[in-house]
């Protein structure tokens, strides 16, 4: 009896030893590969859709998602917690690199992958045509109260207005402050901060005038809300593209390779609708994923 | 070291909009330990008094106190909207286990025969309850308060997500923009405020509790 138990135990010992010894890499030799996401709608459905299609290519892949905001993501992929997350060129080139704003897209990209590389030692991979720009949003009943439809038109009536902000917008370059020196001060007469799950919801609801909204947001399908018109240009160019550890990619270039296939099928209309899926049908990021990737041929 | 001298200076250079929040998050607190004391307190007293009812309400307490904070908030957003109101409710809800629970235990540790002592001297029960009772019952009482505050002081922070403003709103924004100076203009003022009601706490018990000595 005694013997038998020590049998078990070591069957059950020499199992942990060596699954543990696997856990490295997927049983075909392909490494693990962990992928990473912001906290957002747009972010966590690349996320999935990356990570779903990697494992149809017969990668392991453990999931990281919703990681707080570019803080969080950036220091987790360049300490390796994860190997890539999708990350936007104007955010990489004013909050990451610290650079000025740009409006040429190309321009940008460029720029980032030059300055990642140099000091991070992270690759940008290629970037959607999906452009993901802030923009100040509004609803139907206040821009025709005030005639609001661009931004140049605010600064004379934000004091009468209330402005539901979402986090980082007040302290970005690219957001109030760099917004106030470009067009002029907007002195609205409050400033609260949401978040992006519900900024929306607070202006329809009439507890704030004025929201930020991202330009592929899939609640701006919504015919009561108006998108200010960035009459003067402000914005710089918000290109979504993964952003990988070199490492990763020198060893596998296939990874590149499969996630670009994705970033190609992808422009602004597709990313709204597939973010409206979530936001407004208040489906599974995970299944409009999947939903997306079947559709053009991309999963088995 | 040079971090921390940006977000002093970043407090400096925006002073008003930091004590504006500094304003809130204080006050979001306070007013959540007020209500959950006036709510508990007398809770409390009742289920030590009343065996039986001590098992539903406690219950019901510590069972709201188990959905986090976070969650209280999403689940308040369509019946009480955004801003200061849900925030203080979340709040609230945290506060009241550790209140309860400690005023609970405070009047249950009150040995039977000091009150049966004081009876026989003639007292009558609302003299008991306010010269032999609570008295005995205070440092549990306070600590129960005190503890409730620290928690109270740290989430508070979470108000930020709905407009509810706070230290928090730096805390996010540091977070989401990469930049650990503005985080450390949340976080810090919201460690001093969790360590200065604990002093205060701690004063308060040893003042009320001079009589033990």
Not at chain 1, 121 to 144: C, R, Y
Not at chain 1, 283 to 298: D, H, I, P, S
Not at chain 2, 147 to 161: G, K, P, Q
Not at chain 2, 171 to 188: D, E, P, Q, R, T
Request: a neutral charge.
């Amino acid at each position: 009896m005694k013997k038998r138990l020590m049998t078990i135990a070591s069957v059950i010992l020499g199992a942990a030893l060596v699954l543990s010894a696997c856990s490295g890499s997927g049983s075909n030799g392909k490494p693990v590969v962990k992928v990473g996401s912001k906290n957002f709608t747009e972010s966590l459905i690349l996320g999935e859709m990356y990570a779903l299609a990697l494992e149809n290519h017969g990668y392991k892949v453990d999931r990281k998602l919703n990681l707080g905001g570019t803080l969080v993501a950036h220091e987790a992929l360049k300490k390796g917690d994860i190997d890539f997350y999708p990350e936007y060129t104007g955010t990489g080139l004013i909050n990451v690199l610290e650079l000025p704003p740009k409006s040429d897209a190309k321009e940008v990209y460029d720029e980032v992958s030059k300055g990642y590389k140099e000091k991070f030692n992270l690759i940008w991979l290629e970037p959607t045509n999906a452009n993901d720009s802030q923009g100040l949003v509004t609803t139907k009943k206040v821009a025709e109260q005030y005639n609001l439809y661009k931004i140049s038109d605010l600064s004379k009536v934000a004091p009468q207005l209330n402005l539901a902000a979402v986090p980082e917008f007040e302290e970005r370059e690219d957001g109030l402050k760099g917004l106030n020196a470009f067009y002029g001060k907007m002195d609205f007469k409050s400033i609260k901060m949401f978040d992006y799950g519900i900024k929306y919801r607070v202006i329809l609801d009439g507890q704030a005038d004025v929201t930020v909204g991202f330009t592929t947001d899939g609640d701006l399908t919504n015919k009561d809300l108006v998108l200010l018109e960035d009459d003067k240009g402000f914005w710089p160019p918000y290109f979504v593209a993964p952003v990988i550890r070199s490492e990763l990619n020198d060893k596998d270039p296939e990874i590149a390779k499969v996630l670009n296939e994705i970033s190609a099928r992808l422009d602004n209309e597709t990313v709204q609708k597939l973010n409206a899926q979530v936001d407004i049908d208040k489906k599974e990021y995970a299944e409009v994923a999947k939903a997306f990737l079947q559709e053009q041929g991309l999963l088995k | 070291m040079e971090v921390l001298s940006q977000a002093i200076e970043y407090a400096a250079t925006n002073s008003d909009r930091f004590w504006e929040a500094v304003r809130v998050h204080v006050s979001i607190s306070l007013y959540a330990l007020l209500i959950a004391v006036v709510i508990c307190v007398p809770l409390g007293i009742v289920c030590a008094k009343k065996q039986w009812l001590s098992g539903p309400i406690m219950g019901l307490f510590n069972s709201l106190r188990v959905i986090p904070s976070l969650a209280v908030l999403v689940i308040l957003l369509p019946l009480i909207g955004t801003g200061f109101t849900p925030a203080l409710v979340a709040l609230t809800l945290l506060a009241c286990p550790p209140v309860l629970i400690n005023t609970y235990m405070g009047f249950r540790s009150v040995e039977p025969s000091i009150i049966e002592a004081a009876s026989g001297m003639g007292m009558s029960g609302g003299r008991i309850m306010r010269k032999v009772e609570l008295p005995l019952a205070l440092p549990l009482l306070l600590s129960g308060v005190k503890t409730a505050a620290v928690e109270v002081i740290a989430s508070a922070t979470l108000a930020a997500f709905i407009g509810g403003g706070g230290l928090g709103t730096f805390i996010i924004n540091g977070l989401g923009m990469y930049k650990f100076s503005l985080l450390l203009v949340g976080a810090i003022p919201v460690a001093l405020l969790a360590i200065l009601s604990e002093i205060g706490f701690a004063l308060i018990e040893r003042v009320s509790t001079r009589y033990a000595r």
